[in-house]
């Protein structure tokens, strides 16, 4: 560095910046020109690579790695973000056939709602690193921590679902006996009550992502709870088209199409918004994950709206598109934060532009 | 929720906050400077050989005397090691710098730079003045391959090396702590942030919960991992086994608000010296994470050294966090609502 101190910081870049200056140093370096970045972590295992939307500006690093850990999280927490999701959606569709009198929507959707739930449970203790203790997380009640809090809305959601689905379930030969009319009296409360706790289930997720440090989920904080909430309604759609007979299932229909609508708009302006980290959005398995999802939600919105009134069979495989798609949403956002913590670019840029233009963050 | 300070903005006493006594002890902490780091990895060795920290592989990274790479769920000091041009031309550190030992910078023999550079002998700068006999910065035999293959070699081989022992942040506002949902981690008595092994469920929210990138779930294990600071030995009245072992004591571990000052006088100090690149990291009790209870004294950016230049708490945008889930699940409940109006 420089003696003549003042222009320390002025300085170009090469003169702090790292380089190899003997042999044997590999091409690691910390600054990334145009391009560089594809040099880096973001060359996936199947070759794609992340197509630059700007040209990279420049940044130092050390060599290039990267600064945060790369989630603990696999693919199973994003199938149990589907199927929380689809659960929760379900839940208010229930009650809702349960209050308007369409018995077989009702049914389904609390069935399914029950089904989704157990099915989403499995994944979120399969995910966890010591999963015999997923019980530790009813030690405390901890309003920081949103994992914590969505835990706490399930434990209260599950046995209201569940109440709900087996009032369905009981066997006819049983339905006279006590215990059998005592489930089925409780079976509207306890519906209604999963329906009120649904919104906070469906929704909960997407605080769970923005409160970390993963640019991609933290910088998309705004959007990212109505694409969980509305991708969960277009996945309880979904599973109402397929459970209902089309004459009861125009409220699944309508759902659908406010979640899928709402689910895109709410994509594209994440994507647009936040900035560099946007790039991982439309790169990498996040890409694929995102562009599948958003094809099959259209397609599924459109086979309702155009033959959803007309024929089961395609009110079904429209049902079924929107399943898909709510789970490849899911799994797009997963990647998307996954593949923000790789390049330390995602780090360094935004918080560079950020001390530019208002200065180091300050506690106020 | 109610103390908003709690989980951003000033807080003076985070271990008070957290339900300790008036009698707690101060606050501990870890003061880092990176201007007198040799790049032993004493630190490295002693953290692992007293927290008993397994083996997590012998990697040779290709990048510079850093094989260790980063922190991780067991790493829980790392040493980077960065290799820089130090710029041509004038002298950078006249021949009066040589005596101020290591209130300067470490920096590399020119002669021995060149040699693995592949650049004749005896072409160096006069700046060179400093040699701590340290060895070449190139494999032997690698001369004949670097050539001048590479335009933007620094001139005249001087180089100089910035070396940095990295660690747990221990911060005021800790992003693993806010986030863990079984209680496991915790805040001790000292202000630091310590997982508790037999309480942690391996969810990996704190691995993703800390801006810094510092706690890790470890493979085989299951369950998050990160410096404790050495509870056990500051609760016996030791100091880290890391800050222990440091030859230099670049790794100086006391009350915080004792190293505070101390740094800041060591950075004044560098200054008057002309090494006016010397700047505190993570000592600011008003940065994005209320200050850090471990912080740096470092040589140039922080990304540099693999820091995130303005690391924020997560927790800091809580409740807006919550409005937009609050608004989302209203609309659902709205739009669920709606959707049974209408004909069908």
Not at chain 1, 87 to 103: K, M, Q, V
Request: aromatic share 8%; with cysteine.
């Amino acid at each position: 560095m420089s003696r003549r101190s003042d222009g320390n910081r002025a300085q170009p870049r090469e003169q702090g910046d790292y380089r190899p200056s003997a042999a044997g140093i590999g091409d690691a370096v910390e600054r990334r020109g145009p391009g560089g970045g594809q040099l880096g972590p973001l060359v996936r295992a199947d070759g794609s690579r992340e197509q630059a939307m700007v040209p990279a500006a420049e940044f130092r690093s050390y060599y290039g790695r990267q600064i945060l850990k790369t989630p603990a999280w696999e693919d199973k927490i994003a199938y149990y973000f589907f199927a929380g999701g689809l659960s929760g959606g379900s839940a208010l569709l229930a009650a809702g056939a349960d209050l308007t009198g369409r018995p077989a929507l009702r049914r389904g959707a609390r069935v399914g709602g029950l089904a989704a739930l157990a099915a989403g449970t499995y994944f979120l203790i399969a995910d966890l690193g010591r999963p015999e203790r997923f019980h530790h997380m009813l030690r405390v009640a901890k309003p920081t921590s949103p994992m914590s809090m969505g835990t706490w809305m399930l434990a209260g959601y599950g046995p209201a679902i569940g109440l709900a689905a087996a009032a369905e379930l009981v066997p006819k030969r049983w339905q006279g006996t006590v215990p059998g009319r005592l489930v089925r009296a409780l079976a509207r409360p306890a519906g209604l009550a999963a329906a009120a706790l649904a919104p906070g289930v469906a929704s909960y997720g997407a605080v769970l992502l923005s409160q970390t440090a993963v640019p991609a989920w933290n910088a998309g904080h705004e959007e990212m709870p109505f694409i969980f909430t509305a991708s969960s309604a277009a996945s309880a759609g979904g599973l109402g088209m397929i459970v209902a007979p089309v004459s009861e299932a125009a409220p699944a229909r309508r759902l659908a199409t406010y979640g899928a609508v709402v689910e895109l708009a709410a994509s594209q302006r994440l994507e647009r918004r936040v900035g560099v980290v946007g790039e991982v959005y439309s790169a990498g398995p996040a890409a694929r994950y995102l562009q599948r999802a958003s094809t099959l939600t259209a397609a599924g919105v459109l086979g309702s709206v155009l033959l959803g009134r007309r024929s089961r069979i395609a009110a079904a495989a429209s049902g079924l598109a929107l399943l898909a798609g709510g789970l490849f949403e899911r799994l797009g956002l997963l990647h998307a934060g996954i593949q923000s913590t790789e390049d330390p670019k995602y780090v360094v840029e935004p918080q560079r532009q950020r001390i530019a233009e208002h200065g180091p963050s300050r506690a106020r | 929720m109610a103390d908003h300070h709690r989980v951003y903005g000033p807080e003076t006493d985070p271990a008070g906050d957290s339900g300790y006594g008036p009698d707690h002890p101060p606050r501990k902490g870890f003061f880092t400077d990176t201007s007198i780091c040799i790049g032993c990895k004493a630190c490295e060795v002693a953290c692992k050989q007293w927290n008993d920290v397994p083996d997590d592989g012998f990697d040779l990274l290709g990048m510079s005397y850093d094989n260790t790479g980063a922190l991780g769920a067991s790493t829980w000091r790392h040493v980077a090691f960065i290799e820089q041009p130090s710029g041509g031309g004038p002298p950078e550190y006249p021949p009066g710098r040589a005596g101020t030992g290591f209130a300067g910078l470490p920096v590399g023999s020119a002669e021995r730079g060149s040699a693995a550079g592949g650049r004749p002998p005896g072409s160096a700068g006069p700046g060179s003045v400093v040699d701590l006999g340290m060895p070449g910065s190139g494999p032997p035999g690698a001369a004949s391959r670097a050539g001048g293959a590479r335009g933007a070699e620094p001139p005249e081989g001087q180089f100089r090396w910035l070396m940095s022992s990295d660690v747990c942040k221990h911060c005021t506002h800790a992003g693993c702590l806010d986030v863990c949902p079984t209680g496991a981690l915790f805040r001790t008595e000292f202000g630091t942030v310590v997982v508790q092994q037999d309480i942690c469920n391996g969810c990996g929210y704190c691995v993703s919960g800390c801006p810094y990138g510092v706690i890790q779930r470890r493979e085989g294990d299951g369950r998050a991992w990160k410096c404790t600071l050495c509870y056990d030995r500051l609760k016996d009245g030791l100091e880290p086994a890391c800050a222990h072992a440091c030859p230099t004591k670049s790794i100086q571990f006391g009350d915080l608000d004792e190293l505070r000052e101390r740094a800041a006088a060591r950075v004044e100090q560098l200054h008057e010296q002309g090494v006016t690149e010397a700047r505190l990291y993570g000592a600011d009790p008003d940065d994005g994470v209320g200050g850090n209870g471990a912080f740096f004294l470092l040589l140039d950016e922080p990304e540099v050294y693999g820091f995130p230049p303005d690391p924020v708490v997560p927790t800091r945008d809580i409740r807006r966090m919550w409005t937009f889930a609050g608004l989302a699940a209203a609309a659902l409940t709205a739009v669920a609502a709606a959707v049974f109006g209408g004909e069908g």
